[in-house]
């Protein structure tokens, strides 16, 4: 038997995940529209043979007016539409998946369907689908609807719009196009496959106008804490992406989503929970908290605030970087759905028992957070990494680098080669799709014989 | 100097015969035809729904296609199909302006305001729905793509190292749009394209009220006219209508589709068009070719010259038919022919799909 592999995700948000990515000097004025710049991110990925390049999306530009939300401030608010940025490299890439967001809330599935079969087809199977049930309040005012659904609404809907995507994908068997220039047979009837799905949410004759996809079926991974979510997980994901910065918590909950697999007939293999990780690497530990300090030196007192609003903290913007941390409680409204308050709640406590100045917070919140934050060598990025994928915590990690290109790079000059040393990590791509290099296995058609 | 001749090609059934990664590169060849020949843009056509009672053969979505297009190709214009009926304002305009960004100005839309009857099928929706719904539905959704696009100046980003501000809020409209059809807040989540407000419209319009809405709306105008007396009495009908929105003649192209079979005489020609006779699809509407035009590179540049200058046309989109004398053809005999009659250009001498419209 082979050993088990790590798989590596890079999730691309224009100039990264650290607030200030944007004021280093070196950044890229331009990054958020400027395709040059996800094509180096994607070389990169490429050169360290990461399994997915990975686009989070919002359909909207949030909170732009909030007196205290600085976004005026912020990167990463305006970006080209994922998908297309997708197909962009696909057209420029060989090896590397591309996984960009596209909600089910907000579109229909038989679009959806033929946009990721086209890409799957421009790139040669390395495309896959981050499925998401969209929370967000304001994207939902830009689709016509005054709130976003329900937990439950949401849930179902995907849950239908999934099954519509995959009925689709299956559309035409992989040999229905014979072209056969002396008959004057172009495609094999019997091969065609019309889903004539009649539900809750949809209503879809079909079949697709795109042939069946490379890989048959794309991987589709999607995320959230709450129960709907691990059970939407457990029925359709082929990845979950975790986001938890405490090894018990990340434990749990990876327990908690393969523990739902039987009840679909899944083998706990069959589902790969991707921890989110924003590693500072360094050759020393110095070095890697001097990249770190360079970012917090950069960080505006009055975006740092926004930060802490928009994670649940009270408004401290009348408090000074010098000042201790207040006394406050913890806001009780959730301005980011599925995630649990405790977290803002105990660092709060922290702070309070630590005697944290506000400039500490910020640096605590900065650091990591919501997903898992290391500031270190390469060897003890590595021996992190390497604790949460042996005991039961991840079985891969989506890498969000604090600033792009470079510290994606260092993540992929440093610490893989050390992943590697430690057979831990691929040192050359298993397949030439995406499922191949995921180790997923081949899914026929659900009208092969 | 003489009218300059606008030249599409289309690029209905380009990649046929393949799948996967070759499929892309099938079109991309055909793409790169058009490129080298110095065409103003390719047209992506678009039914999102597979016509398996014909020769379907398996295509990919325009929007997704042009954007991988565009970053492979430099200087020709991408112009997809997407219909109103079945796309939500809020993601076209994002689509369109980030293909706008990724090809540095070269989009364009060919705005379909129906669905036809698969489309219907595969987006449960309502079959035969009147004209004057699927009209009012365009209008409102085409006003709200139009302003989404300028949701942002296009200085609103001084993304300024030393003060820390990214955007200029001052510089940010915020759309709030509540109509008959759609509600949407805005702003757009991508920068003024560079087209601006301006990506170029494309549109059918056969009936009085398809040609009201594009001289109101559109800057090209496509439909496959069978003789030059129909498509003169089209030109004539869509241009005198210009004036009641204050719009000059030549600010609205009129780009029929014509169907050329180039030969090395005129009955290798004749021959072919007996050919593509023989072989029409019955499915296939009688205006599936527009005006076929079949001879020598000389005449079919003397009849292409005589539609323009006889108002029947400002332009041409070029389609193909399948057979010999086709495409590939008209690039390398007919092209040079009305290069050398200064009727088309020999490089592309403007910066954006605008730009090399003229308009």
């Known amino acids: 038997m082979t050993k088990r592999r790590m798989r590596l995700g890079l999730s691309v948000a224009n100039f990264g995940y650290h607030y200030a990515a944007w004021r280093l000097p070196e950044s890229r004025n331009e990054a958020d529209h400027d395709i040059g710049h996800h094509l180096r991110n994607a070389e990169i990925a490429e050169r360290g043979l990461m399994d997915f390049l990975f686009f989070a999306d919002l359909a909207v530009v949030r909170d732009v007016e909030h007196p205290t939300i600085r976004r005026d401030m912020e990167q990463s608010h305006l970006k080209l539409e994922p998908s297309l940025v997708c197909s962009a490299l696909a057209a420029c890439t060989s090896r590397i998946g591309l996984v960009p967001t596209m909600s089910t809330t907000f579109n229909q599935p038989y679009n959806l369907a033929r ?38 609404q949401r849930h179902a809907r995907a849950r239908e719009f999934a099954e519509v995507v995959r009925g689709l994908w299956d559309s035409w068997d992989d040999d229905a196009f014979m072209r056969d220039k002396v008959s004057g047979r172009y495609f094999d009837r019997a091969k065609v496959h019309f889903l004539n799905h009649e539900g809750t949410h949809f209503n879809v004759r079909g079949p697709l106008d795109t042939a069946r996809p490379p890989q048959g079926q794309l991987p589709i991974i999607t995320a959230g804490a709450s129960a709907n979510a691990q059970e939407l997980a457990a029925e359709v994901a082929d990845m979950v992406y975790s986001a938890f910065a405490h090894f018990d918590m990340a434990q749990n909950y990876y327990a908690s989503v393969k523990g739902r697999l039987a009840k679909y007939g899944r083998c706990p293999d069959s589902l790969r929970i991707m921890a989110g990780i924003m590693p500072i690497v360094g050759h020393t530990r110095e070095e890697a908290q001097a990249k770190f300090d360079r970012l917090q030196d950069l960080l505006d007192p009055r975006v740092a605030n926004g930060m802490l609003l928009i994670n649940q903290f009270p408004d401290m913007s009348a408090y000074g970087p010098d000042d201790k941390v207040p006394d406050m409680q913890v806001m009780d409204i959730h301005l980011t759905a599925a995630r649990d308050p405790g977290v803002t709640a105990r660092l709060m406590e922290r702070a309070r028992r630590e005697g944290m100045t506000m400039r500490q917070l910020y640096a605590a919140v900065s650091a990591g957070f919501w997903h898992l934050g290391v500031i270190g060598t390469p060897t003890e990025v590595a021996d992190t990494m390497q604790t949460w994928f042996e005991q039961g915590a991840a079985d891969g990690f989506v890498v969000q680098p604090p600033y792009l290109p470079g510290s994606a790079e260092d993540f992929v000059d440093m610490v893989i080669p050390e992943l590697q040393r430690r057979g831990l990590f691929r040192t050359e791509y298993e397949g030439r799709t995406l499922r191949q290099n995921l180790g997923l296995p081949v899914v026929p058609s659900r009208y092969a014989a | 100097m003489n009218r300059r001749m606008r030249l599409g090609l289309s690029m ?82 994002r689509k369109l302006a980030s293909i706008d960004h990724l090809s540095g100005g070269r989009a364009g839309w060919n705005l379909a305001t129906a669905a036809t ?243």
Request: proline share 6%; glycine share 10%; no cysteine.
């Open chain 1, 115 to 152: 946009r990721l079969a086209s890409i799957d087809h421009i790139s040669n199977g390395r495309m896959g689908w981050n499925l998401v049930t969209s929370t967000d309040k304001e994207e939902a005012a830009n689709f016509g609807l005054s709130a976003p659904l329900t937990s439950e």
């Open chain 2, 12 to 93: 209905a059934g380009a990649g046929e015969g393949a799948t996967g990664a070759a499929l892309f590169e099938n079109i991309l060849r055909r793409l790169q035809l058009a490129e080298s020949a110095g065409f103003d843009f390719a047209l992506f056509p678009d039914e999102a729904a597979a016509a398996v009672g014909g020769a379907f053969h398996a295509g990919l979505e325009p929007l997704t296609l042009l954007s991988a297009l565009a970053a492979v190709t430099r200087h020709v214009g991408l112009i997809a199909t997407a219909s109103t009926r079945l796309q939500d304002p809020f993601h076209l305009a």
């Open chain 2, 117 to 359: 009857g698969g489309e219907t099928r595969n987006f449960g929706l309502p079959v035969d729905e009147p004209a004057a719904a699927l009209d009012a539905r365009a209008r409102e959704f085409l006003s709200i793509v139009r302003r989404l696009f300028v949701s942002w100046d296009a200085d609103a980003f001084p993304r300024d190292l030393a003060s820390g501000i990214y955007m200029d809020r001052a510089k940010m409209h915020r759309l709030e749009h509540a109509g008959a059809h759609y509600k949407v807040r805005g702003p757009l989540d991508v920068a003024q394209p560079p087209q601006g407000e301006a990506i170029p419209v494309m549109t059918s319009a056969t009936t009085a009220d398809a040609q009201d809405f594009a001289a109101e709306f559109a800057d090209i105008v496509h439909d496959r006219p069978a003789t030059a007396d129909a498509a003169r009495a089209q030109y004539r009908a869509v241009k005198a209508r210009l004036s009641r929105h204050g719009r000059p003649p030549e600010s609205l192209l009129m780009m029929p589709g014509v169907t050329p079979l180039v030969a090395g005489t005129q009955q290798r020609a004749d021959d072919l068009r007996g050919a593509l006779y023989d072989r029409a699809d019955p499915d296939e509407g009688p205006d599936a070719r527009g005006a076929i035009v079949a001879g020598t590179p000389a005449h079919i540049a003397d009849i292409l010259e005589g539609w323009i200058a006889s108002d029947a046309a400002d332009g041409f989109v070029v389609l193909t038919s399948g057979l010999p004398g086709g495409v590939e053809d008209f690039v390398a005999l007919v092209v040079p022919e009305l290069q050398r009659r200064d009727l088309v250009g020999s490089s592309y001498e403007a910066a954006t799909l605008r730009g090399y419209l003229g308009l």
